[in-house]
T-cell receptor, first 114, second 112 residues
Framework: DSGVTQTPKHLITATGQRVTLRCSPRSGDLSVYWYQQSLDQGLQFLIQYYNGEERAKGNILERFSAQQFPDLHSELNLSSLELGDSALYFC?????????????FGEGSRLTVL | DAKTTQPPSMDCAEGRAANLPCNHSTISGNEYVYWYRQIHSQGPQYIIHGLKNNETNEMASLIITEDRKSSTLILPHATLRDTAVYYCIVRPRGNTGNQFYFGTGTSLTVIP
């Protein structure tokens, strides 16, 4: 158990819909990261937040947005969903946003768009 | 973006050492080498990291060449539970954020 909690674990929805994925980082971790992993694909970095502020942005679509709240949990919002958005979405956390250190990953949210 | 090259797949006999190579020929002086693994659709798991010295922990050893252009992750006694995709990542330290860019990794199959 990494200490990172993601909900929901599974989600099935239709094209055009909007969903919200939630992530609770490890206690004390200030940074949250979101990754997308499509079928048979590598992990694609989407976005990073540190203590409520956006720190880095990767290959995140404009239809996607995220935020980190004062209690440090984070949400990833996916809108106007397309079939190609079906993927595993992982959240990770780390203590700091800048120092060398490891990321702790949650078990992911599996999104299926029909 | 990923700056490493790994073989797409490898096999290893159970109980033998698994040696997973990684090429990072463009690594710069302030970049660490990290290894993670992902067991079938689970969240990736940190294994080990290093800058220039060899490192060892309870899971594995990391051997970095003197010129730092390549490294090898060693699982000393592979078990069936070590079957996973192993990712080698280089990441700079300093005030550049802590994001990790994963490549396609090496799919290690441990054979009974």
């Amino acid at each position: 158990d990494s200490g990172v909690t993601q909900t929901p674990k599974h989600l099935i929805t239709a094209t055009g819909q909007r969903v919200t994925l939630r992530c609770s980082p490890r206690s004390g971790d200030l940074s949250v990261y979101w990754y997308q992993q499509s079928l048979d694909q590598g992990l694609q970095f989407l976005i990073q937040y540190y203590n409520g502020e956006e720190r880095a942005k990767g290959n995140i679509l404009e239809r996607f947005s995220a935020q980190q709240f004062p209690d440090l949990h984070s949400e990833l919002n996916l809108s106007s969903l397309e079939l190609g958005d079906s993927a595993l979405y992982f959240c990770a956390s780390s203590v700091s946003g800048v120092s060398a250190g490891e990321l702790f990953f949650g078990e992911g949210s599996r999104l299926t768009v029909l | 973006d990923a700056k490493t090259t790994q073989p797409p797949s490898m096999d290893c006999a159970e109980g033998r050492a698994a040696n997973l190579p990684c090429n990072h020929s463009t690594i710069s002086g302030n970049e660490y080498v990290y290894w993670y693994r992902q067991i079938h659709s689970q969240g990736p798991q940190y294994i080990i990291h290093g800058l220039k010295n060899n490192e060892t922990n309870e899971m594995a050893s990391l051997i970095i060449t003197e010129d730092r252009k390549s490294s090898t992750l060693i699982l000393p006694h592979a078990t069936l539970r070590d079957t996973a995709v192993y990712y080698c990542i280089v990441r700079p330290r300093g005030n550049t954020g802590n994001q990790f860019y994963f490549g396609t990794g090496t799919s290690l199959t441990v054979i009974p």
